[in-house]
């Protein structure tokens, strides 16, 4: 008979896979009230973009990160067209903005609500785009840490040699 430590690992098992599995009337209870907060997420997420459109509209960044999570949330109550409309928008503006990580992201969340709607070639190829943005995020980063690092050598160097 299996224990409440390995009902609870097996939770995670399926958990971990992906898969949504309801175990017990708890459960079933929790994703009901995550649905009713998923939804009042999606009635703030909305009022916020208009509020943002309406108020500062020069405030674009504030606007990209609302369509994401709007985005996201759509996801979550498995309205994945909304959510690939929302994250497209999110990702056109964060283009806009220059702003690669965010950029990353969203590219990342395309890939999964497009993967969600069985569209599987789309998927793919914002994957593919993900996983190029991101290398190229990781060679920046690496640069400007070995140029800081330089720096940092050179400067301690000449402090040693000014101590002499």
Do not use: C, W
Request: glycine share 4%; proline share 1%.
């Amino acid at each position: 008979m299996p224990t409440n430590q390995s009902k609870k690992l097996d939770h995670r098992k399926y958990h971990l896979a992906g898969l949504t599995t309801d175990f017990s009337a708890n459960n079933s209870r929790f994703n009901y009230e995550n649905q009713k907060k998923s939804k009042k997420a999606i009635e703030y997420y909305e009022k916020s973009i208009q509020a943002v459109k309406k108020y500062t509209p020069e405030d674009i960044s504030s606007l990209a990160v609302a369509y994401n999570n709007l985005g996201l949330t759509y996801r979550n109550v498995g309205d994945y067209n909304s959510a690939v409309l929302n994250e497209s928008e999110a990702l056109e503006i964060f283009k806009k903005l220059g702003d690669k990580k965010s950029e990353a992201d969203v590219l990342f969340n395309l890939s999964i609500s497009y993967q969600k709607l069985n569209m599987l070639e789309e998927s793919n190829e914002y994957m593919m785009q993900y996983v190029i943005l991101q290398d190229t995020i990781f060679n920046q980063d690496t640069r400007q840490t070995i140029h800081d690092l330089g720096i940092k050598y050179e400067t301690e160097k000449k402090e040693q040699e000014n101590k002499l």
